[in-house]
């Protein structure tokens, strides 16, 4: 929490499902002063929004897509906070830090105009972390449960994945932007992301 105070980090968008949060809770994130939005707090969703994330398959490809499409209002609750100026300085969080925030980093850099390929490599340095979060979480009694459930292709960070999905988005949509505005991201707070994060 030392590292978020002295980053002046305001907001903390945190894109674990209700379970997961009601599961493994906050810890010290609670003293860190920056203000915590979750997103899967949709406003008239129910809890089986949550649930309805979960696909069956043993590609990652598929559980990315379905966080756009099943999942979109997860990403959409998290945009409007992006596209307001006064969420900055902003991170993003999940279980692992990589899955659903490395969607939603990918799709915000994709509405900004970013190269896929250094969206790519920006999700793919998630890899090299991968063992050491791993092991820190497995000394927690609440996430080595979690973990002991965890398939190994899903700790991976592929180039690939994020370049398939990437690929899948404009060939479905016509591009991020595309899908952003059809899953509910207003003209405004693209905009606002705009605003607040080129120069």
């Known amino acids: 929490m030392r590292e978020i105070r002295a980053r002046g980090i305001a907001t903390v968008i945190d894109l674990r499902s209700r379970d997961e949060i009601a599961y493994t809770g906050y810890g010290r994130l609670t003293d860190s002063g920056a203000r915590v939005v979750e997103a899967a707090d949709v406003d008239g969703s129910p809890p089986e929004a949550d649930r309805a994330m979960v696909v069956e398959t043993t590609h990652l490809d598929d559980v990315y897509w379905n966080?756009?499409?099943?999942?979109?209002?997860?990403?959409?609750?998290?945009?409007?906070?992006?596209?307001r100026r006064e969420t900055y300085p902003a991170v993003v969080s999940c279980f692992f830090g990589k899955d659903r925030t490395g969607v939603l980093v990918a799709m915000v850099l994709s509405c900004l105009g970013v190269e896929t390929e250094a969206i790519v490599a920006d999700y793919a340095l998630s890899a090299s972390q991968m063992d050491a979060t791993v092991e820190r979480l497995r000394r927690d009694s609440v996430y080595r449960e979690t973990l002991d459930q965890t398939p190994t292709w899903r700790l991976s960070a592929r180039p690939a994945t994020m370049r398939s999905l990437l690929q899948r988005v404009d060939s479905h949509f016509g591009g991020a932007r595309e899908w952003a505005l059809r899953s509910g991201v207003s003209t405004a707070h693209l905009e606002g992301l705009q605003s607040a994060l080129l120069e």
């Open 67 to 83: 966080y756009l499409t099943v999942g979109a209002p997860l990403f959409v609750r998290a945009f409007a906070e992006l596209g």
